[in-house]
C-alpha cells in the first residue's frame, strides 16, 4: 500500500462512547497531522506531530488525545464526544515541508456523534 | 480571526469556459501558496503551488497567479472540464512553518 491510509472510513459514536481513529503512512515522511473539517469551515489543524514530538495542539479539547507510537502511525482517540464534533477527520503527512506540495493527506473519517 | 479566505463558497461554469477561483489572505508573512482539490469521500489533493518570489505559476489547463500588494491569489481553470468538478482549497504557509492554513474551499461545478 501506498499515500495515507485512515480507518475506519466512517464511524457513529454515542457521547459516552470511546473510539480511535487510525492513521498510516507508508510515504517516509517525518510529520504527521490531524485536520478537521466541518461543514463550511476551513481545514481546521488539530495537531502536528514530527519526528513522533507533538510539535503543536491547537488549543483542542481533551476529549481527542492523539497518539504518535512512530513516524508511520497516528491515532485520534475520541471519549465523551459532543454531537458538534461530528466532522470530517483528516490525516496528513509531509517530509519535513516540502514546499512544492505540501501535504499528503488521506481519505479521512466521517465521523458521526450521536 | 480567519488568515486565509475563500468568500465564494460555489461557483458554476459551463464547459469549456474559464473557471476562476479567488483567495485572500490576511498574513503578510505568508510566503508559499498552495491549491488542493477535493472529490467526495476522498482527502484533498496537491494541485498546483506557488512561491510568493512570482506571480504566476502553470501547469497544463491550471494557472495560479498571485498580487501580494493585494494579498490576493486565484486559480484560472481554462477548458473547464466536467471532472474538474470538485470543492477548491487555497492554503497558505510561511517562514518555512510546518504548517498551512487553508480556506474554507469553493465547491466548483462545470455544467455540460
Known amino acids: 500500500e501506498t499515500g495515507v491510509t485512515q480507518t475506519p472510513r466512517h464511524l457513529v459514536m454515542g457521547m459516552t462512547n470511546k473510539k480511535s481513529l487510525k492513521c498510516e503512512q507508508h510515504?517516509?515522511?517525518?510529520?504527521m497531522y490531524w485536520y478537521k473539517q466541518s461543514a463550511k469551515k476551513p481545514l481546521e489543524l488539530m495537531f502536528v506531530?514530527?519526528?513522533?514530538?507533538?510539535?503543536e495542539n491547537n488549543s483542542v479539547p481533551s476529549r481527542f488525545s492523539p497518539e504518535c507510537p512512530n513516524s508511520s502511525h497516528l491515532f485520534l482517540h475520541l471519549h465523551t464526544l459532543q454531537p458538534e464534533d461530528s466532522a470530517l477527520y483528516l490525516c496528513?503527512?509531509?517530509?519535513?515541508?516540502?514546499?512544492?506540495?505540501?501535504?499528503?493527506f488521506g481519505s479521512g473519517t466521517r465521523l458521526t456523534v450521536v | 480571526d480567519q488568515q486565509v479566505k475563500q468568500n465564494s463558497p460555489s461557483l458554476s461554469v459551463q464547459e469549456g469556459r474559464i473557471s476562476i477561483l479567488n483567495c485572500d489572505y490576511t498574513?503578510?508573512?505568508?510566503?508559499?501558496f498552495l491549491w488542493y482539490k477535493k472529490y467526495p469521500a476522498e482527502g484533498p489533493t496537491f494541485l498546483i503551488s506557488?512561491?510568493?518570489?512570482?506571480d504566476k505559476n502553470e501547469d497544463g489547463r491550471f494557472t495560479v497567479f498571485l498580487n501580494k500588494s493585494a494579498k490576493h491569489l486565484s486559480l484560472h481553470i481554462v477548458p473547464s472540464q466536467p471532472g474538474d468538478s470538485a470543492v477548491y482549497f487555497c492554503?497558505?504557509?510561511?517562514?518555512?512553518?510546518?504548517?498551512?492554513?487553508f480556506g474554507q474551499g469553493t465547491r466548483l461545478t462545470i455544467n455540460p
Open positions: 496528513a503527512s509531509s517530509q519535513d515541508f516540502s514546499k512544492d506540495y505540501g501535504y499528503t
Open positions: 510515504l517516509g515522511h517525518n510529520a
Open positions: 506531530y514530527n519526528f513522533k514530538e507533538q510539535t
Open positions: 498574513n503578510s508573512m505568508f510566503d508559499y
Open positions: 506557488i512561491s510568493s518570489i512570482k
Open positions: 492554503a497558505a504557509s510561511g517562514q518555512g512553518a510546518q504548517k498551512l492554513v
